[in-house]
């Protein structure tokens, strides 16, 4: 048995200028996990379920939940003396901490906000980048704005059946399962690869009248392909986006959010969501895109930019994109 520590340790020692630094950002992480898994395991019993009578900077109602995870990791990352700065989707502007601090850390404590009351699993994305600013000063805008390509490690933790955590640096994907009992991550999941076909698609349609033309006639089709296919996929949406992306990883499925002509920009974050979960899905040999370009190409403009995303096995997002990347919005 690997436990997460042990992995991150081996894996560390293969790096040459390696200080430890990342992999105790790393360790961390999980630690947060574990303690927003301890929370949420006893959330119909402690009270800590409902609503907090706040509004986040998105507009959203915060949940007890979103609210105490988002403290719990803040304070994990406040004490790691590596972490110059963070961004949550939970706080309005970015976090200096310490200032000489190699990296900065983005994270959603608890992506799937609307399941959190009815025992659904939810999940905490994370997405970390080396800092550009000087050491010694406190971290800048700019250090979270770096793009897609520039993170070195980014991954998410599902808290369902199990509590798992998956992660990659650029060397694949990996991931771990919480042993309750020990309190450690287990590797269970080397090597993660998305197989190259879809078994499910993952999209909320109630606003499919309000898409793009191109990406409605891209749904018809896939409609048409399922009324003919030996093996048809089947619909399958959680509503949480770890959730989601976590069942497609494993089993082959395409999960889409798009904009609507109303809000072409949709309705996920860029930094928290989407870049992070596009960095996976191509080291699990999957694409990502916004329906036009490469998601991890979509340069970053502000902490909470929002982006319509596409996730899926490549030969699934390349048909898509046939249909959509294409066509100018100008156009709809
Ligand atoms: P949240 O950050 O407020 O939890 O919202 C993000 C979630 C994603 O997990 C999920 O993919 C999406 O919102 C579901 O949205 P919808 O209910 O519109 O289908
Ligand atoms: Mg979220």
């Excluded at 993660?192 to 698609?201: E, F, R």
């Excluded at 191109?214 to 996929?233: C, E, G, I, M, W």
């Excluded at 694409?287 to 970053?300: C, D, F, Y």
Aim: aromatic share 10%.
């Amino acid at each position: 048995m690997i436990t997460l520590e042990q992995f991150i340790v081996d894996r560390q020692q293969e790096l040459a200028d390696a200080t430890g630094a990342f992999s105790k950002i790393l360790r961390d992480i999980g630690l947060g996990a574990k303690l927003i898994s301890f929370y949420l395991r006893r959330a119909s019993l402690a009270d800590v379920l409902g609503e907090l009578g706040l509004t986040n900077i998105q507009g959203e109602s915060v949940q007890k939940l979103d609210h105490l995870a988002n403290t719990l990791f803040s304070q994990v990352m406040r004490k790691n003396p590596h972490v110059a700065g963070f961004a949550s989707e939970e706080e309005e502007d970015i976090v200096p901490t310490n200032p000489n601090g190699k990296y900065v850390v983005l994270f959603d404590p608890l992506d799937g906000s609307s399941n959190i009351d009815v025992g659904v699993p939810v999940g905490t994305i994370f997405s970390i980048y080396q800092r550009v600013s000087p050491a010694g000063e406190p971290v800048q805008v700019a250090d979270f704005l770096q793009g897609g390509c520039a993170q070195v490690g980014a991954g998410y933790v599902l808290y369902g059946t199990s509590t798992l955590l998956f992660y990659t640096t650029g060397q694949g994907v990996h991931g771990f399962t919480l042993e309750p009992a020990a309190g450690e991550f287990l590797l269970t999941y080397p090597q993660v690869s998305m197989p190259a076909t879809s078994q499910y698609y993952s999209f909320n349609d109630n606003q499919l009248h309000e898409w793009e033309p191109a990406l409605q006639r891209y749904v018809a089709d896939l409609h048409a392909r399922n009324r003919t296919a030996s093996k048809p996929q089947s619909l399958r949406y959680v509503g949480s986006l770890v959730a989601d992306f976590h069942r497609n990883l494993l089993k082959g499925g395409l999960f889409m959010y798009p904009g609507t002509v109303k809000k072409p920009e949709g309705k996920l974050r860029l930094l928290y969501e989407g870049y992070p979960m596009a960095w996976l899905t191509e080291q699990a040999g999957g694409k990502a895109t916004n329906g036009k370009v490469a998601l991890l190409e979509v340069p970053a403009e502000k902490i909470h930019q929002r982006t319509p995303l596409f996730l899926g096995p490549a030969s699934e997002i390349d048909h898509l994109l046939s249909f959509t990347a294409n066509v100018s919005v100008e156009t709809l």
